[in-house]
């Protein structure tokens, strides 16, 4: 059937330092890639739009709205999700620091927030400024409570976890 | 052995959560699985004329078009949000007309979108008022409560007050919007249905599937072991369940059916607006000798919810002359339902901000004025209380707080362009159990299954259960497994009105209980294993006719931005007295959960209401604004210790809703003490803030 063809295409990505070579339709996200061809469920859907957060994983280091970049488009970069963060026996200090402050209640922006907070540390340390960084100018930004929410309020929680996810990032922060 | 009931113990499946193993209800591959995507209505009220499905069924990958002309028959069940595509009847804007199942998302919902629906539409009717024409009284508000009560001669009462109060508060729509959007996998094994279904209960999913599809019990098996939230929109079943297991039985292949954010706006419920007249009248000292809490709030034409709005003041305070109404009316719009602390929170935002503005006309602190006016016994109804910790938890937040410093002069604290301001309400919850079942079995090797159909949507509920079997089994928690979230186990109380825990953790007790005697019983563990099983029916039933309630104290401080009117919450702190705390940890993670979503609702939470389409304006995050991380700055909760043996046996309260009543009120009294401007509807926005 050539309009059945017509809408796919061959695709590699490259997830958690592992190739995939898959056959896509050109409408799915990286979110639905991830989630419905490789069976990586750790990264979640909050809301399709790039407006929660819960989808977020790291392309070369970066973070990204999965749900907001199609898969044909994400065959250039090195992805990273919550799958390829940590794992039982090797967790991320960021993992362990969330299980020990309670940085999570019902868990679904858990994977996105503690990518975030992977690649939030990098910027930090790379210098960047944030909205609330007092002097732009000033050299390395000090990681306070205050930077830390504002950087990560790009990810949403409802079950209202946020006091803790801040502690957490702070005790890694140290 | 020491116990761990109390402790601040780690959630049991953070591991699994922080490395995204946790596999949520859209989260399970299943072989030859099929995508369903929900096509909804987009006039307020009238009929769908016709579905024209031939395009769609001509598009790849497109396996079938459901609409009420082809969809499996339901039988009857008394919500009407379940007979999902039995008529053509269109009851609101966003209601289901079709479903459309693909190969692959992606193919679903290309032909979704494209779907040609035909409508015979009428004028429709979506906005509350306090003069609507068709109020009425509903036969009791949720959840079986009565309607309206009288004790005494309210317009006497005020008649003779040396001070009244007298003012309308409003509370808007607000959208429960849970982080993981309604989701249900479904799958036929023969004449078995399986579903991934995310909820509060899978009990109460259960029931409703066996009785839409006219199933036996044992036929129908519902697994929700880990739910992304809930807030009470999964309180019940809602209609993707139903879809995902229809057009699985019609097709013969797994189907997924998952809401989006938008469709979550109108297909699982939201908390009603309100509007609330209360009117107060007290002697010079603010002793009150009348209070009048009058409620007028929405509900839908497809299924009637009558938000429990003003038994807030059925119980807080004393007074010889007090009554409560309830009246509702039934717009073309989605149906409301629970949303956390239905009828407490926003109730409270009404009450407590009333009895702010009368301390302030009397001239009596707050807090004292609320100990002024302690009940003996509850003011309506006059029964006495198990417990009633209200004026403890005043003092040692007023202590925490640093209350006693504060000048209580409105609009004078300034800092640059800030305004600042404290203020203080109270909150309560009531504090319920409901029958449950349970099983508990002895293991070979010493270690302990417990199975019980309880969810964990994030409270920690899994964990506590441990903690409570560990001890009462009198060994490690690492020797106790709890399962839950699976029908397979048997009834049991969902994770909603605070009840979780205080229903399913006295029936783990019971069962613990009943399996120590039955080893006792046998000189131990038999090779085989015991298994013990435990129904706690009869004990609830028995329970004396007392009111059981938990109580809190909630302060804030604020400082509004005079030339922007933003307004910030440097912090906030709740006192609670819930009964015994299981996990110190979990339960603190919960009490500042609900205060954070306290403080959305006080500021940011607001669904517009479209009156010429008819639907909900803002149904996503950039128009709905739920509180994010640079939001929220210093929350604390804490508690005192309460012993109640008139609860259960572990003595718990719940602690699900109550961090969420009063935080409003709370903000709302510290932005008067900053402005000297009282905000008496929500959210408190910027232009309410500087146009007052
Ligand atoms: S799912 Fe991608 S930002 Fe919400
Ligand atoms: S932990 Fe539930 S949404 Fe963040």
Known sequence: MPERVATLSPIRLSVNGREYQLELDHRTTLLDALRENLDLTGSKKGCDHGQCGACTVMLDGRRANACLIFAVAAQTHDITTIEGVGAAGNLHPLQQAFIDHDGLQCGYCTPGQICSAVAMLAEVEAGWPSAVTPDVAAGPVDLDESETRERMSGNLCRCGAYVNIVAAIQDVVG | MSGTVGAPVSRIEGLSKVTGEARYAADFPLAGLAHGWIVQSTIARGRVESVDAGAALQMPGVLAVVTATNAMRLQDVDDGELLVLQDQQVHYRGQTVALVVGDTLEQARAAADGLPVEYQAEPHDVLLSASHPRLFAPDHVNPNLPTDTLTGDVEAGLAGAAVTVDHTYSTPAEHNNPMEPHATTAFWDGDRLTVYDSNQGATRVHQALVRLFGLEDSAVRVVSEHVGGGFGSKGGARSQAVLAAMAARMLGRPIRVVLSRKQLFSLVGYRTPTIQRVRLGSDRGGRLVALDHQVVEQTSTVYEFAEQTAVFSRVMYATPNLSTSHRLVAL????????????????????????????????????????????????????????????????????????????????????????????????????????????????????????????????????????????????????????????????????????????????????????????????????????????????????????????????????????????????????????????????????????????????????????????????????????????????????????????????????GEIGIVGTAAAIANAVYHATGQRQRHLPIRPDRVLSP
Request: a negative charge; glycine letters at 10%; one cysteine or more.
């Open chain 2, 332 to 655: 073309d719009v989605p149906t409301p339902r629970w949303m956390r602390a239905p009828g407490e929170a926003p109730g409270s935002f009404a009450v407590e901000s009333a009895m702010d503005e009368l301390a302030e006309a009397c001239g009596v602190d707050p807090i004292e004025l609320r100990i002024r006016n302690e009940p003996v016994t509850e003011p309506e109804g006059g029964r006495p209380f198990s417990s009633r910790n209200l004026i403890a938890c005043l003092r040692e937040g007023a202590s925490r707080f640093r209350w006693a410093e504060r000048d209580p002069r409105p609009g004078t604290r300034r800092d640059g362009q800030w305004l600042m301001g404290t203020g203080v309400a109270a909150s309560t919850y009531p504090a319920r159990s409901a029958p449950s079942t349970a099983s508990v079995s002895a293991q070979e090797d010493g270690s302990f299954i417990v199975r019980l159909t309880a969810a964990d949507i994030g409270t920690g509920a899994r964990t506590a259960l441990t903690q409570v079997a560990a001890d009462e089994l009198q060994v490690p928690m690492d020797k106790v497994e709890v399962r839950i979230g699976d029908s397979d186990f048997g009834p049991a109380m969902i994770a909603g009105g605070s009840m979780g825990m205080a229903s399913w953790g006295w029936v783990v007790v019971k069962a613990c209980r009943q399996l120590i005697a039955d080893i006792d019983r046998c000189g131990g563990v038999p090779d085989d294993g015991l298994v013990a099983r435990a129904d706690t029916a009869d004990d609830i039933a028995a329970q004396a006719d007392l009111v059981r309630h938990s109580f809190g104290a909630q302060f804030a401080e604020v400082r509004v931005d005079v030339d922007t009117g933003e307004i910030r919450v440097p912090r906030l702190l709740g006192v609670f007295a819930a009964g015994r705390i299981v996990n110190a940890k979990t339960a603190r993670s919960q009490l500042i959960g609900g205060m954070t979503m306290g403080l959305s609702m006080a500021l940011f939470e607001e669904s517009l209401m479209d009156a010429e389409f008819g639907d909900y304006l803002n149904h996503d995050f950039a128009g709905y604004h739920i509180a994010a991380n640079a939001d929220v700055q210093r929350i604390d909760a804490t508690w005192i210790d309460e012993e109640d043996d008139q609860l259960n046996p572990l003595g718990v309260k719940g602690i």
